[in-house]
């Protein structure tokens, strides 16, 4: 079966500070790796996937995740965030349905 | 290009009733999925409808049900409603489920409360 583990539930930053939140996957068959963002009282927008090809994967609002077979991980990262980047993020694998990590809560601090 | 829509936005129900939730997927996509975000809880894979038929469930009582239309959207029904049911419910579709390369694109769900 596979599953999502996302190592923080918190993660505190400054504004134009980089940032990097991090997800371990494991599965046993084919890896679809996708992080989605949740600003508060709205549903998942979809930020960058990875499907095969390029192990960096670029995706909106300047975020990018580079995947990594060899330590089953697909980290997101962002060089300079902002204030409105304030929003839960979730990391998510695909097989016959699409699991979810339990989500990380990204708080931009000015 | 119309997004994810689901009705309504929130939902007041108290103990025992019975609750309806919708969806509208983006044109063109077949497979819907609705998933359950309580407090705490994360996000629960609930159902799963793939051109009318349902392909998987998630670890729910049979008081979840739903069903597909043939126009590709859905209903969730939740019976005998319990406090524990008060959560986000998110709805999403793709392109055909069987392609699991293809990313969900979420609607901003139905808030259900329970009192």
């Known amino acids: 079966a596979q599953s999502v583990t996302q190592l923080d539930s918190q993660v505190p930053v400054f504004e134009e500070a980089p940032v990097e939140l991090r997800c371990n996957y494991s599965s046993s068959v084919s890896v679809y790796l996708f992080w989605y963002v949740q600003y508060p009282n709205q549903g998942l927008q979809l930020l960058l996937k990875?499907?095969?090809?390029?192990?960096l994967v670029k995706g909106i609002n300047g975020f990018e995740a580079e995947f990594n077979k060899s330590q089953t991980s697909f980290h997101l990262r962002k060089p300079s965030v902002h204030i409105s980047d304030t929003a839960e993020y979730f990391c998510a694998g695909r097989s016959e349905k699409l699991v979810f990590g339990k989500g990380t809560k990204l708080t931009v601090n000015p | 290009e119309a997004g994810v829509t689901q009705s309504p936005t929130h939902l007041i129900k108290t103990r025992g009733q019975q609750a309806t939730l919708r969806c509208s997927p983006i044109?063109?996509?077949?497979?819907v999925y609705w998933y359950q975000q309580a407090l705490g809880l994360g996000l629960q894979f609930l159902l799963w409808y793939d051109e009318g038929e349902e392909r998987n469930r998630g670890n729910f009582p049979p008081r979840f049900s739903g069903r597909q239309f043939p126009n590709y959207s859905s209903e969730l029904n939740v019976n005998a409603l319990e406090l524990e049911d008060s959560a986000l419910y998110l709805c999403?579709?793709?392109?055909?489920?069987?392609?699991?390369?293809?990313?969900?694109?979420f609607g901003n769900g139905t808030r259900l409360t329970v009192t």
């Open positions: 999403a579709s793709s392109l055909s489920g069987r392609s699991y390369n293809s990313p969900l694109h």
């Open positions: 044109s063109g996509h077949t497979s």
């Open positions: 990875y499907l095969s090809g390029s192990t």
